[in-house]
């Protein structure tokens, strides 16, 4: 049974840094690019950042290059995203995911996390 964990969510406050989790189980975390998403109430979950296979390549929306970073360890299964100056409009569910490819949309996952409540307060 393929399990993504999330962790690390929490209350910040706006310009504050925070480390998301991601802890894969149940499937061969080598073959998979990650990636996270986020989803905002009455918005449709939007591509974050992504990073390949071996952790060569980093992606990234344009709303969070340069404040976010997406890192993975591949000995543990486990992948990361430090978020630094975070603005109240990144109030949302961030989601962990396996991509079928790295091709950083929501279609082309193939597992999802349950997510993990992130609220940047003003």
């Not at 905002?40 to 952790?55: C, H, N, Q, W, Y």
């Not at 404040?67 to 993975?72: A, H, K, N, P, V």
């Not at 630094?84 to 995911?97: D, G, I, N, Q």
């Amino acid at each position: 049974q393929v399990q993504l964990v999330e962790s690390g969510g929490g209350l910040v406050q706006t310009g504050d840094s925070l480390r998301l989790s991601c802890a894969a189980s149940g499937l061969n975390f080598l073959l998979y690019p990650m990636a996270w998403f986020r989803q905002a109430p009455g918005k449709d979950r939007e591509f974050v950042a992504g990073i390949s296979t071996l952790g060569s390549n980093s992606f990234y929306s344009d709303s969070v290059k340069g404040r976010f970073t997406i890192s993975r360890d591949n000995t543990k299964n486990i992948v990361y995203l430090q978020m630094s100056s975070a603005k109240p409009e990144e109030t949302a569910v961030y989601y962990c995911a396996a991509m079928k490819s790295a091709t950083w949309r929501p279609a082309n996952v193939e597992y999802w996390g349950r997510g993990t409540q992130v609220t940047v307060s003003s």
